[in-house]
């Protein structure tokens, strides 16, 4: 069975010239085959945050089945089962299938993925840690809950018009690490950028929902569901120091001992809790080598 599946993903993953090229080589033709590692895979979801949007907002939900619903100023959006359901989830999906979604925001028909699937961030993640992603996901238990349609205002439940949108704002690519960063920074910056996607909720956005990039994790007053979404370069964290900052990332509780709100308390609990300490410390150098912005003028 585990053979079987690697063929496909092959066939579906690697260009005939590469498979020949590996045979004249002589290099095993596993390694170009080779299948993501699962468990790398399961750390890479935490800190992506899969699981909260792709799990329902209840104590019995099944883990990455889908239906949790994702208020913004377009409507509210229900995130899918991406659990390896045949017909529910991603069952028939090959490898290639999730690179493209994950990297270019398309369906496997061809359609534009709405934003609010992460993916302005994830294009940012490595082929390899993609195709881990991929193959922890094929090792959840198949779901059979049924996803169900975003209830989006008009002219938004117009798919199409998301390819004006990735037209406007949206720029594919992996993640290149800078030479002029120490390579802690580096790894900081692809948790962030890639992985965390925290600009999500601490960019400010145009009327469009485009990301104002002048103003790239400098906080906004109208974050997700109107709420004000604090600054995250050195203007205001540099208050804290690192050890407050990572008490904060792991735990909720910051300096005065205040409990974070829910929004962020999510990210905590399912993200950058479950971080290494050593990828914890990447994260909080990249937020210290950031331009400091001010905070948005009342
Ligand atoms: C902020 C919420 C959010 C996060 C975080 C998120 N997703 Fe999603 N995801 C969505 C939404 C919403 C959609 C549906 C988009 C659409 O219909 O256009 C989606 C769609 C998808 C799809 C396409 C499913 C289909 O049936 O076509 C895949 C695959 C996916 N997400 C994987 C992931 C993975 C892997 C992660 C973690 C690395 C992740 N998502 C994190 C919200 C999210
Ligand atoms: C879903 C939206 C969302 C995402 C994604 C998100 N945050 Fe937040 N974050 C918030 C909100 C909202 C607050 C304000 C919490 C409060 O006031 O209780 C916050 C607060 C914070 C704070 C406290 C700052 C302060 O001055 O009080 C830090 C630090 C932080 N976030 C870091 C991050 C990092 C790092 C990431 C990416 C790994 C991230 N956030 C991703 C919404 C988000």
Redesign the pocket.
């Known amino acids: 069975m585990r053979g079987a599946r690697q063929r496909i993903v092959c066939r579906n993953t690697v260009e005939l010239p590469a498979i020949v090229a590996a045979l004249v080589l002589g290099a095993a033709i596993g390694t170009a085959c080779a299948q993501g590692n699962a468990r790398n895979g399961e750390y890479l979801a935490k ?1 992506g ?1 899969c699981l ?1 949007c792709h799990t329902q907002d209840r104590k019995d939900a099944v883990a990455f089945a889908g239906g949790r619903a994702l208020k913004t100023p377009f409507g509210t959006f229900f995130g899918p089962n991406i659990t390896p359901h045949p017909q529910a989830g991603l069952g028939r999906w090959t490898e290639a299938d999730f690179l493209r979604a994950m990297r270019l925001g398309v369906r496997p028909d061809g359609a534009h993925y709405y934003p609010a699937f ?1 993916y302005p961030s994830f294009t940012r993640i490595t082929d390899s840690d993609l195709r881990d992603l991929w193959a922890f996901l094929r090792t959840l238990p198949p779901n059979s809950r049924p996803n169900q349609p975003h209830e989006l205002r008009f002219p938004f439940n117009w798919r199409y018009l998301v390819l004006g949108w990735k037209w406007l704002f949206f720029t594919p690519g992996p993640f290149t690490s800078d030479k002029g960063r120490t390579p802690l920074v580096n790894r900081g910056a692809y ?2 950028e890639a ?8 960019t400010a956005r145009n009327f469009l929902g485009g990301p104002k990039r002048d103003r790239h994790l400098a ?1 906004t007053r109208k ?3 109107g ?6 370069t050195p203007t ?2 540099k ?2 120091n690192d050890a407050e ?1 990572k008490e ?2 792991e735990t ?1 509780l ?1 300096p005065e001992g ?11 609990r399912n ?2 809790g479950k971080l290494t300490p050593e990828d914890l410390a990447a ?2 150098a990249y ?1 210290r080598a950031l331009p400091a912005l001010a905070d948005e003028p009342k």
């Open positions: 800190a945050g909260g992460p948790l962030v992985l965390g996607h925290c600009g999500e909720c601490h906080g974050g997700p569901e709420k004000s979404v604090p600054n995250l205001r964290l208050k804290w900052l904060f990332l909720g910051d205040d409990v974070v709100g829910e929004t962020m308390g999510e990210v905590i993200s950058t994260l909080i937020l």
